[in-house]
């Protein structure tokens, strides 16, 4: 069992910066960002994985920016330009497999999530 805690978010004001952090406790070949708004269908935002370029929701190509840190376990978002409909809880999941999927369905395991309010 992978266990993830997620850390940052907060609230901004349009056209500002965030970041989000995910420290797994141990490394797996694939991880991603989603979120889900209120009222919505959980969502990807980008993934990095082992034997793939990370992947970016086309809505956030440009503004965000996955990374991982592989000594640490840690993965990362930066997002920078948000938008109010960037708000919403952040979920970083895990899976063991390959690739770096944005569907939700692909992930085996997931944090508690972290809140992202953009502000118009």
């Known amino acids: 069992q992978v266990q993830l805690v997620e850390s940052g978010g907060g609230s901004v004001q349009a056209g500002g910066s965030l970041s989000v952090s995910c420290a797994a406790s141990?490394?797996?070949?694939?991880m991603g960002w989603l979120r889900q708004a209120p009222g919505k269908a959980r969502e990807g935002v980008a993934a990095?994985?082992?034997?793939?370029?990370?992947r970016y929701a086309d809505s956030v190509k440009g503004r965000f920016t996955i990374s991982q840190e592989n000594a640490k376990n840690t993965l990362y978002l930066q997002m920078n330009s948000l938008k109010p409909e960037d708000t919403g809880m952040y979920y970083c999941?895990?899976?063991?497999?390959?690739?770096?999927?944005?569907?939700?369905?692909?992930?085996?395991?997931w944090g508690q999530g972290t809140q992202v309010t953009v502000s118009s």
């Open positions: 141990e490394y797996t070949y694939s």
């Open positions: 999941a895990a899976r063991y497999g390959l690739g770096a999927p944005l569907e939700p369905v692909a992930y085996d395991f």
């Open positions: 990095i994985g082992r034997g793939s370029y990370p």
